[in-house]
C-alpha cells in the first residue's frame, strides 16, 4: 500500500522552518499561518522503491520533498509510463486525484531514500478559506509546475534525443548522475543504452571544448559578481548572465566540479562566510547565523546542512575551533 503504510511523524521544526523559509520567497508567511504549519505538518521516510502512492488509490496529502526524489508513472497496457520526477525542494502529490477527490491515475515512488513533508489536503483546504498568502503562494506553485510541464511536454514530443538530454541537465541540475539512469531514461522517453551514449558522447565534448576556459569563467563570475548571496539564485540566472545555455553550465558543474548547482552555491556562500569570520569586527558585531543570512542562505537549518556537509563539523564547533587558534 502506499500513504496507508507511511509512518507520519511530527515533522521536525527545523524542517517546517525551512519550508517556510522558501515559501516565504514567494509572499511573506503571516505568523497565524506558521503557527499552523508547526501544528499540522507531518514527515515520512521512503526506502528506494517504496510507493508513496498508489495508481487508483486516493492521495489525502500535499508533500514537499526535503531529502531525495520521486518518480510518478502510469501503467498502460503493461507498459510503465514515467510522466514526472520530482527532486529535493520540490512539491508534488496526485494531480489527476488532487484533494483525494478521485483515484490517482499515476503511482508515486521512490527513486532513492526520501524524507517528505506533508500536510493533510482537509487541512490545506481550511488554510485556503482563512489565508489570502497561503492561496497567492500555491498559485505560483502551481503556475510554475504548468509552466515546467508544458516545457517538458514539448521537449519529449519534438526534442531529438539530445535535446531531451539537455533539458534534463537544465531543469534537474546535478541529478543525471545520482538518479539511477532507467529512470531519467523512461522519463526522457529513450532507451537507458540511448541515454548511456549521450552521456558518454557529451561529458567528451564538454572535456574536449572547454578544457579551461568556462570552468574558470563560472568561477570568476561567482567571486567578482557574489550573486550567490541572491536566495533565490536559480542555474538558469546564473547561465543567463553568463550568455551561455543553462543545460551548458549544468554540464559544466556536473563533469568538472562534481557537484549539483545548490552544492556549488552553498560552497561559495560558506567560503565567503569563512572569509568575513577572519574579520574581528564581524565576530563582534554580528552572529554566525546573521553572517550566513548574509551569505545567501535562506534559513538557520538550511545553513547548519550545508556547513556540515562541506565542512563535516558543525557552524559552532568550526567557530570553537577558530576562535582557539586566533
Known sequence: MGE???????????????????????????????DE???????????????LLHQGELCHYMYFIKEGALMAYSLHRHKKITTYISVENEFVSSLSGLYGELPSKEAIVAIEPTLVLGVHTDVLQEWYKRFFDLNYIIRTVYENYYRDAQERTHIVRVGNAMERYQYFLSSKPGFIDRLPLECVASFLDMKPETLSR???????????????????????????????KEKAIKVQDIA???????????????????????????????DYLKKQLENEEHLQSFTMEALALQAGFASRSAFYKAFKKSEGISPKAYLANYKACV
Open 198 to 228: 549521450i552521456k558518454k558522447q557529451n561529458k567528451g565534448e564538454v572535456r574536449e571544448n572547454n578544457a579551461e576556459t568556462i570552468p574558470h569563467q563560472v568561477e570568476q563570475f561567482m567571486k567578482t559578481t557574489e550573486c550567490f
Open 4 to 34: 496507508e503504510s507511511l509512518q507520519f511523524i511530527q515533522a521536525n521544526p527545523q524542517d517546517i522552518a525551512y519550508i517556510i523559509g522558501l515559501l516565504s520567497m514567494q509572499h511573506p508567511v503571516c505568523d497565524e499561518l506558521q
Open 240 to 270: 543567463q548572465r553568463l550568455d551561455m545555455p543553462s543545460y551548458k553550465l549544468s554540464q559544466v558543474l556536473n563533469t568538472y566540479f562534481k557537484t549539483s548547482f545548490s552544492d556549488f552555491v552553498n560552497q561559495h556562500r560558506i
Open 37 to 51: 504549519f508547526y501544528k499540522h505538518a507531518v514527515a515520512a521516510t521512503l526506502n528506494k522503491d517504496q510507493h
